[in-house]
């Protein structure tokens, strides 16, 4: 084949040899579009055998190389399920490859014919044979690198055949090239990382993906999206799916394509094996047959009479056509002259457009259009008849006459005719850019949303942002874009936009918070998803470009999630602000507001303080009205950026905090989160969800002028979740304690009250109501919380505080009595051996519930006096004999732990020459000595101090023991 003649030649099989009759062919209708050109149905006169002939154009030998290697591939296959291929018949510079006809078409047109996807049971059928077609394919070395449903084609009995070998490579041939379709790229092909056999079976698994769900694998992203996707992210397939499909698709979305599974492992995989629901006489249908019997192809290809559409390299009679019931008729001749006469006319114009493609040139019927044009008056006439000879090129003749107007220099006539220069925006962007269509007279001449939208969003890519986003900020009407958010050029270029021009927040911001678009919102999630990322990146690039010091960095970038294509506008240094304007200190009535933002971990923003941004009017009102409809979106995403939004809305300005307290809705809205992420199965954003969701609430709770019981009850929910929102919780009730009891009398402390098997705490609320705390659950919390969970300094340190509050002894002490106390303990100390600080901490945590309790017990107090202990109950002598042994416990375990001699010991143990240690374990110590409580005159003096500055720097700068026990016996004066 390499060393063909540029003569025509004719290639046939050794059947077609056999035979000595010539063949010719009537072409039927177009049946699909391969990636190299256009199928038709075609029937050969002498034995009526349908056949298809996939028809490709060259311009060169390199081009004609590639499609002699899908030919090569072709030809030496021989599967049931892979298209057979019976020889091709060469032209001037176009190539006819004859191939098995496949009656019921493809697996993609099957299922667009399904409202919802084909079921399980009806897809595993053709996955099964395509993996039978794939274990061939590969076992030949071949790897098919297209695989999706489009390509899968089947036979008039279903069965499935592969097709569309057209990028298909031998494994190490040039299999480092990037082919394929983007959904269903494998992660090594899109990192160009190289392709093998196994990037197969990741493009099966997008593909068993779309014949269920009508769509691949991350549909919804851009491309740029995808790209990431695809590499990073990790696929959950809908909960729909039976879990031995979820496992199926878990091996083919494997991102090693190394340890992914080979077709024929996959074919006894449980989910192909199962039987159930399915019929077995669908399955005997699928056995191989290589039989080439039915089929009865003549020997000779004579390429003179081949019933074939017009040639662009030749101006001979017109072939045959045929109508749309497929009956052949004749075509009177007509001479290029009088046909390109017609074309010029302004009155009436040529509309025969097959004659007109069949007899005149390419490169004359583009010159007599350019011609045309450049007369002074244009009919419309004129303008329609073009039009649609550029529709007919793009249909029938694979687009040449474009490529042959635009190589002649005819885009410059155009220009100004919207109605053709629709036919070259999606195509050719860059030619119409390049030609002038973005100047302002010719912009503003286009009507059409799509064509400016695309042209818009083309300029992106052929400037620079900064005179990209100037130009749209002179050029582009912001009503047009607003009104096309169901387009996706208009969300990308909304998107590119807020990301990147500083004048976003004040032009764009204000129209899109309309209420008249919150209909258009509500009803499609991906609209909705848009805006609130746009507000988000909006409300960012702003307060950058205001608070960015005049040293830039990196981090005075938009969030993270942001695009980064390059340097934003908004990068030019402005003057440093005064600290006087920060945001922490905008409203200085309660002592918590003067905080870091480094407490909001969640925030990406560029530096630790802030001015308030004044938010365009109705902006919260606005935002919050989202509380009520949110439910009616679905998309975990919209989720994540609507409450992202929210976050940073109430963190750029900090009055609204208490509004969001007073909102009723907002509270509702929290209890709904669970409802949606549950059912999306996805859990990377709920844990974004719920971090941003307690950040708020414990803000609130730190701001709140009033204490509010939907924020109490919400908080003890976020206890019950344990897994994101435990800790959160806790702090805010720790503040909703603080706040109540600085705001209550004397009178009201904190009253324990038992119903049944539950301990409550009734704490009383300034307006004559009260909470109810579950003691029960905060222990619960504290036992069953550990360090892969939360950070353990802050669990111990909230404890420590809420247990130190009046009125919460009967907390200590069923901390202390919980059965798993003792192990606890011992497992915080053993785990974080090396940490000095946290061990201070558990240590003063130890001594103050220990304190607490007993003093409780005692009836303690609290003066210097001896202890007036009153009359004890049985209850109280079991309880305090049972305190005592447990502190006897934790006593011996201190004892051994920092002792050096003892052979159990951590040889890495810190801390055994701290003096604040030392004296923390005296302290513990002592209590269980008799007259113990008489050294502790007060509840402070069970908490400790903190540890020194020079303890910090130093922390074994004490004196150490002679007889190597680093705790000294020494009598605490706390």
């Known amino acids: 084949m390499n060393s063909m003649a540029d ?47 996939k028809e490709i154009v060259y311009e060169n ?123 269903w790229m494998a992660p090594e092909i899109l990192g160009n990382r190289g392709a093998s056999t196994l990037s197969d079976i990741w493009s099966l698994g997008a593909t068993v993906v779309e014949l269920l769900t009508k769509n691949p694998p991350y549909h919804n992203l851009t491309d740029a999206n995808i790209y990431y996707a695809v590499e990073n992210d990790a696929y959950y397939p809908p909960t729909a799916f039976s879990e031995s499909l979820k496992d199926f698709l878990s091996k ?14 996959l074919l006894k995989h449980a989910w ?40 662009k390299f030749s101006s001979a009679a017109a072939p045959a056509a045929w109508t749309e019931n497929n009956q052949e008729m004749e075509l009177v001749p007509h001479t290029e002259i009088h046909l390109l006469g017609q074309l010029k006319s302004p009155s009436k114009p040529s509309t025969d457009l097959h004659a007109l493609f069949s007899v005149c040139s390419l490169e004359n019927i583009a010159d007599t259009i350019m011609e045309c044009l450049s007369r002074t008056t244009v009919t419309a006439e004129s303008i329609t008849t073009f039009g649609s000879i550029f529709a007919y090129d793009t249909e029938i003749n694979h687009s040449r006459l474009r490529l042959k107007f635009i190589a002649m220099g005819g885009i410059p006539s155009i220009i100004k005719f919207e109605h053709l220069v629709k036919y070259f925006v999606n195509d050719h962007p860059q030619t119409l850019i390049e030609c002038g269509i973005m100047h302002p007279s010719n912009f503003a001449s286009l009507k059409t949303p799509k064509c400016i939208l695309e042209l818009v969003y083309r300029y992106y890519d052929l ?104 340097t934003p506008l908004n990068s030019v240094p402005s003057p440093s602000r005064s600290p006087v304007h920060s945001l922490m200190a905008t409203r200085p009535s309660s002592p918590t507001r003067n905080r870091s933002v480094s407490n909001f971990p969640h925030l990406t923003i560029s530096s630790k303080s802030r001015l308030l941004i004044d938010l ?30 929210c976050y940073l809305t109430v963190h750029l300005n900090k009055t609204l905090l208490n509004d969001l307290l007073d909102n009723d809705a907002f509270f509702v809205f929290i209890q709904n989160i669970d409802a949606v992420t549950t059912s999306n199965d996805d859990n990377k954003n709920a844990s974004f969800i719920w971090k941003q969701i307690t950040a708020i609430c414990v803000d609130i709770s730190l701001d709140m002028d009033q204490m509010n019981l939907s924020l109490f009850s919400t908080a003890m929910n976020f206890i019950k979740r344990r897994n994101y929102t435990s800790i959160s919780g806790l702090e805010i009730i720790l503040n909703c304690l603080h706040f109540t009891l600085r705001n209550a009398s004397n009178d009201d402390t904190p009253t324990a009250i038992s119903e049944g098997s539950q301990n409550y705490l009734l704490i009383k609320v300034k307006n004559n109501s009260a909470i109810e705390l579950p003691i029960d659950q905060l222990v619960d919390l504290f036992y069953e919380l550990n360090d ?78 001896p202890i007036k202990q009153t009359k004890s109950t049985h209850h109280s002598k079991t309880t305090i004999f049972k305190l ?7 006593t011996e375990f201190l004892n051994k732990n920092w002792d050096k001699n003892h052979p159990k010991r951590n040889a890495n143990q810190v801390g055994g020459d701290s003096v604040l240690i030392c004296q923390l374990c005296e302290d513990i110590r002592s209590l269980s000595k008799k007259g113990g409580l008489q050294k502790v005159p007060s509840v402070t003096a069970a908490i400790g101090s903190s540890p020194t500055k020079d303890e910090h720097a130093n922390p074994r700068s004490s004196r150490p023991n002679s007889d190597g026990y680093s705790v000294p016996s020494i009598t605490s004066q706390t």
């Open 7 to 53: 003569t025509d030649r004719v290639n046939l099989t050794p059947i077609q040899r056999a035979s000595e009759k010539s063949v010719q062919y009537h072409l039927k209708q177009v049946i699909g579009r391969g990636s190299y050109g256009v199928v038709y149905k075609a029937i050969n006169k002498h034995t009526d055998q349908v056949v298809a002939i």
């Open 616 to 645: 365009p009017e109705g902006f919260f009102t606005w935002l919050t009205s989202f509380f009520v409809d949110m439910l009616q979106i679905k998309d975990v995403s919209v989720w994540k950026y609507f409450i992202k939004l």
């Open 252 to 265: 083919c979305f494997v991102k090693n394509m190394y340890k992914r599974p080979t077709a024929d492992q």
């Open 463 to 566: 400037t620079s942002t900064a005179f990209w986003c100037c130009w749209c900020s002179q050029h582009l009407s912001l009503p047009l874009l607003l009104n096309n958010m169901h387009e996706r050029r208009a969300q990308s270029i909304i998107l590119k936009l807020s990301s990147y021009a500083p004048w976003s927040f004040e032009k764009i911001l204000p129209p899109l918070i309309n209420y008249r678009l919150k209909k258009k919102i509500l009803s499609n999630p991906q609209i909705a998803y848009i805006v609130f990322k746009s507000i988000n990146y909006m409300i960012t690039t702003n307060d950058d470009k205001i608070h960015r010091s005049t040293a830039p960095s990196s981090s005075s970038l938009p969030l993270s999630s942001s695009p980064t294509r390059n």
């Open 884 to 890: 005592r042994s447990i502190l006897v416990q934790i």
């Open 788 to 865: 892969r969970d939360v950070n353990l300094s802050k669990l111990i340190s909230i404890f420590t505080k809420i247990c130190s509050l009046p009125g919460f002894e009967t907390l200590a002490i069923d901390i202390i009595l919980h059965p798993n106390f003792y192990d606890k303990i011992v497992l915080f100390f053993c785990t974080y051996f090396n940490s000095l600080l946290i061990q201070i901490d558990l240590l003063k945590f130890v001594k103050l519930i220990f304190t607490k309790s007993l003093l409780k017990m005692y009836d303690y107090t609290g003066l210097p006096d």
């Open 61 to 183: 030998d390199e081009e004609l190389n590639d499609i002699m290697a899908e030919i090569s591939l072709l030809k030496n296959l021989n599967n049931n399920n892979i298209v057979k291929y019976h020889g091709f018949i060469r032209k001037s510079y176009e190539l006819y490859i004859l191939l098995e006809y496949c009656a019921n078409g493809s697996l993609r047109r099957l299922v667009s014919r399904s409202p919802t996807g084909l079921s399980e049971n009806e897809s595993k059928t053709y996955v099964t044979q395509t993996l039978w077609g794939l274990k061939y394919l590969h076992g030949e070395g071949v790897i098919h690198r297209d695989i999706k449903a489009a390509n899968i084609l089947l036979s008039a009995d279903n069965t499935v055949k592969l097709a569309d070998f057209g990028v298909s490579t031998i494994v190490n041939s040039s299999a480092l090239t990037l082919a394929g379709t983007l959904n």
């Open 272 to 311: 192909i094996t199962s039987t159930e629901n399915v019929k077995v006489d669908k399955l005997n249908k699928f056995k191989e047959d290589f039989s080439d019997a039915n089929y009865h192809w003549d020997s000779d290809f004579q390429e003179e009479k081949l019933d074939i559409s017009p040639s």
